[in-house]
């Protein structure tokens, strides 16, 4: 009877053991198994945004270090965006080229960029038209950022050379 007893016993025991086995294998399929899957994505898509915002700092500092050399190689030309447009300045360097020096103003507008653009009509009269590349180099060398637009108009009258061109002036 004691056999019975214990076999009995042990059928409960190994029946016990197959309903807690069942139970944590629903539990691991059901839960943990779910669970890695989503840690195993949300742990490689971590990953992949770690990566990302390496890659992006790292091309950050590369544009600043090129920014910062960029900035050191053109500070002249920088600090011309900045200055505030001199009108007479700008006339008593093209009178030491030219005659009969005019600047009418025609319009400011400001740019996709954040430039503001001051056009001007320049008259003037000159000697020799080499008078006229001589002021493109000078104006070279003034604190502003002047462009000279096409179309140039060179009149021959009385033995000088009228010049006719629009020009353009740019600043921060």
Known sequence: MATKVNSSKTVRFMLFVLAFMAVVMLFVFLVVIPSIKTFKSKKAEY???KQQVQTLTSQKEKLEKRLQSVEKK???ALRAFKNDFDEKAFLSVA???FQNVKLTPKSEKKS???LQIYAFKADFDAR???QFYKFVDALQKMPNVVKINFP???DARDNKIHLQFNMSVYRL
């Open 47 to 49: 990953l992949y945004q």
């Open 74 to 76: 053109y500070v002249d």
């Open 95 to 97: 009178s030491q080229y």
């Open 112 to 114: 996709e960029s954040g």
């Open 128 to 130: 020799t038209p080499v």
């Open 152 to 154: 140039i108009v060179l």
